[in-house]
């Protein structure tokens, strides 16, 4: 009863009219400094940005209500999703990470704003920056980091890396710019086939989008009417190539010309989350495709050999961090509109933080793979072969 | 007739290439620890070739900066030659046009969206004009979305339309190869695939195209003419004679059989010729089997996996014109038969212990 009041009074010193960044009054903080644990309001309330619409009469609604059980939820696992990046950029440095590394941080809001508005049952599948929604769809920090360092727990056993990655429902991790995408309208027919009720989450970048198998999937999707949301992550740049620079239209919700789409604002984890429910309402109730653009950011370079400012600049970045970060987004709403105390906040970040470094310091003593792993999975369903090699002494049998 | 300015950026690509991750964009991490010392090792010695004196004065040049310089070279003698790629404007992210923006224009030197396939029918387009085009795909490994475009539209257009139309003049740059930890879409090696374009006479108007494919990696330093040059395609280049046997590589491989002839010469006194094959398609057959009627033995190494690889395109040609040559079978030190591993790659690749030991055994036959 007394959390309902503290509800309601919360939704009451919101105001009817709080900006994106849950401007309470300051009466409202002074409140929260004096309360204890229980006293936190149970949800709040929040305005988030309209989304674009194409070929869409209405779109997704223009508030959001957040509890406190989900809003803690959801900044734990962005603050974790941050400092895993920023963990793997420092072992990258130290050389114990190799190859090619794609860091997430700053596109926090997309990967969890989308797993909160789909089943786990549901499908999802993405490029090569996919550490966030290996997080996101179920896989410990740990077998993500031991993955980077090839090693055995790895959840790729070791053999992945970076770019590929994978978990139940969960289809990578795929190398090739914007080859995953007809991979997805695949896997969306198999939802429809089996008559399940799921959806494919088919997810590529700005850069990609102008790669022909996306439009040639475009046209399978809506012909066969297949449950699948094409999301177009636009973080601004592929590779070292502004958006404007590579698109004859940066409209990327509208690419898909008669697959109605959204775009949303991918800083906003409510506003990605709610999208993303409308958009798996179309797709599940056979209406056929549709299309969501993320407008997001990466704090990051491409990759770690690019250290992403020599076509972009310092303050750009720094503008973006200091006015959109999608951390700092949820932490005030939620601080500001007594969902959380900010020392409750800095508590998750200590547990983050200590599961970090748990998780590193298993990336760096695990095991490599046994070498036998160089043959295995190659062909499955076959009796173990021997791999056709140069050596005579070194021989390896393959495995199923 | 006179060198054109698209078979000199071929040439310079033969030559040389592209930077190496190793020594170009990921150079700047910190120094590493000990282990991870160990695991960088590079798997060869890098030994710079004698300074050409047929061209002239000589720079010291890495590979990417040669690359550069033939590319500019081409941009200055033709003006119909135009460069793109994905973030070439910039440099490209092996560094391989830095400054060619700022020298000839932004219409000359441009950036393309991510779309290999797009890329490469839009450079036929180009080259069909009779202008010159010359692409870049930024890893080998991505040229794969493009595949069609090179093998079924640029290899035939020429023969399809009875010489009407062709695009010779189109090059395409790739850097390939592995470099210590690129994993599977950073190391692969895809010559053997465009060498079995099929239609012999459509890959004559296809070798520019082919001999640029075959590119680098690591990035080292080379003598390069400081005035522009020519060195022919399909031309092997015999880089130490020997009379005992002889082994055939291209790329960075080459560097790694040079390690095998000094071990081979001071563990077993045996006398190396070896021969950088250079051009895969049309390859120099001559050259080739010239050395192995006189030293009656043959190694081929190459990275890429040993069933269907262009090392037996050479075995097969070799064993028909020098069967009475030969003193022991035709030896392949190749990739194993599986996709090219992430951490396992010190395991999978062609290192100079195996190509020594294969060595030994065709010595020993």
């Known amino acids: 009863m007394r959390k309902m009041l503290l509800a309601a009074l919360s939704r009451v010193l919101q105001g009817p009219a709080a900006a994106r960044t849950g401007a309470v009054s300051e009466v409202a903080q002074v409140v929260v400094a004096s309360r204890t644990y229980a006293d936190f309001a149970s949800e709040a309330t929040f305005e988030i940005k309209k989304c674009d619409l194409h070929r869409l009469e209405e779109g997704p609604p223009v508030t959001a209500v957040l509890t406190r059980e989900e809003g803690l939820h959801y900044y734990k696992t962005m603050q974790t999703i941050r400092r895993m990046e920023l963990k793997a950029d420092q072992l990258y440095k130290q050389k114990i990470i190799r190859g090619f590394c794609h860091l997430y941080d700053g596109q926090e809001a997309c990967c969890v704003g989308l797993e909160a508005a789909i089943n786990p049952t549901d499908h999802l599948i993405t490029a ?37 990655m994978y978990a139940k429902n969960f289809y990578g991790g795929n190398g090739i710019v914007g080859a995953q995408v007809p991979l997805g309208a695949g896997i969306a027919l198999a939802c429809k086939y089996f008559g399940k009720d799921e959806i494919c989450v088919t997810l590529y970048g700005d850069g990609a989008a102008n790669q022909g198998q996306v439009f040639e999937t475009y046209n399978m999707a809506a012909l066969w009417k297949l449950p699948c949301i094409f999301i177009c992550e636009n973080n601004r740049y592929g590779m070292g190539t502004s958006v404007e620079r590579a698109a004859a239209s940066t409209d990327y919700y509208k690419r898909g010309d008669y697959i109605p789409g959204l775009r949303v604002d991918g800083m906003d984890l409510l506003c990605v989350r709610e999208a993303t429910k409308f958009a798996a309402e179309h797709c599940r109730s056979g209406k056929g495709p549709i299309l969501m653009e993320l407008q997001t950011y990466r704090y990051h370079g491409h990759s770690m050999s690019d250290p992403g400012i020599s076509y972009r600049t310092r303050e750009e970045i720094q503008e973006v961090r200091s006015k959109s970060d999608p951390i700092t987004l949820l932490k005030d709403r939620m601080v500001n509109n007594n969902l959380a105390s900010v020392e409750e906040l800095k508590e998750i970040d200590v547990e983050v933080r200590k599961e970090i470094e748990e998780a590193a310091q298993f990336a760096t003593t695990d095991p490599e793979p046994p070498l036998e792993e160089l043959s295995s999975h190659i062909y499955c369903n076959e009796p173990p072969f021997e791999v056709r090699g140069p050596n005579q002494w070194i021989r390896y049998k393959s495995a199923c | 007739g006179p060198p054109t300015p698209a078979t000199m950026a071929a040439m310079g690509l033969r030559r040389a290439a592209v930077a190496a991750l190793e020594g170009g964009l990921l150079g700047r991490v910190p120094a590493p620890s000990a282990v991870a010392a160990r695991r960088h090792a590079a798997h060869f010695t890098f030994q710079p070739d004698p300074a050409p004196s047929a061209h002239g004065q000589t720079q010291k040049m890495n590979l990417f900066q040669s690359i550069t310089s033939a590319l500019d070279n081409a941009l200055a003698k033709d003006p119909t030659a135009v460069i793109f790629g994905e973030d070439v404007a910039f440099g490209g992210v092996f560094r391989c046009t830095v400054g060619l923006r700022d020298k000839y224009g932004k219409d000359r030197v441009f950036n393309t969206p991510l779309c290999e396939q797009g890329i490469v029918g839009f450079g036929i387009g180009v080259a069909v004009t009779g202008a010159t085009a010359i692409a870049e795909i930024q890893f080998a490994d991505y040229i794969f ?178 069967f009475l040559n030969l003193e022991a079978p035709i030896s392949r030190v190749c990739g194993y038969d599986t996709p090219f591993p992430h951490i396992f790659e010190p395991f999978y690749i062609p290192d100079k212990w195996k190509c020594y030991d294969a060595l030994r055994q065709m010595i020993n036959y």
Not at chain 1, 142 to 151: H, N, P
Not at chain 2, 239 to 268: N, P, Y
Not at chain 2, 301 to 318: D, K, M, N, R, Y
């Open chain 1, 128 to 164: 090569y920056r996919a550490h966030g929604y290996t997080f996101t769809r179920g896989t410990p920090v740990r077998e993500i980091l031991a993955e980077l360092t090839g090693r055995k727990g790895g959840c790729a056993k070791g053999k992945g890396g970076s770019m590929h």
């Open chain 2, 145 to 322: 979305p493009a595949f069609d475009q090179i093998v079924n539209e640029a290899a035939k257009y020429r023969y399809r339309s009875g010489d009407l139309f062709n695009c010779g003049s189109l090059t395409i740059r790739a850097p390939w190869g592995c470099v210590g930890h690129g994993a599977l879409y950073h190391s692969q090696s895809p010559e053997a695939f465009f060498a079995h374009c099929p239609g012999i006479k459509v890959q004559l108007i296809f070798l520019d195209l082919l001999a640029c494919i075959r590119v680098e990696t690591l990035c080292f330093l080379e003598q390069v003419p400081v005035e522009p040059y020519y060195i022919p395609l399909s031309q092997a280049e015999v880089l130490q004679e020997g009379s005992d046997v002889t082994m055939v590589a291209w790329g960075t491989q080459v560097h790694v059989i040079k390690e095998v002839a000094t071990m081979a010469q001071e563990k077993l006194g045996v006398s190396c010729e070896i021969i950088d094959l250079k051009t895969i398609l049309p390859w120099d057959t001559e050259t080739v089997c010239k050395s192995v009627v006189k030293t009656g033995r043959l190694l081929i190494s190459h990275e890429a996996p040993l069933t269907g690889g262009f090392a037996a395109e050479i075995s097969s040609t070799v064993q028909e014109e020098c």
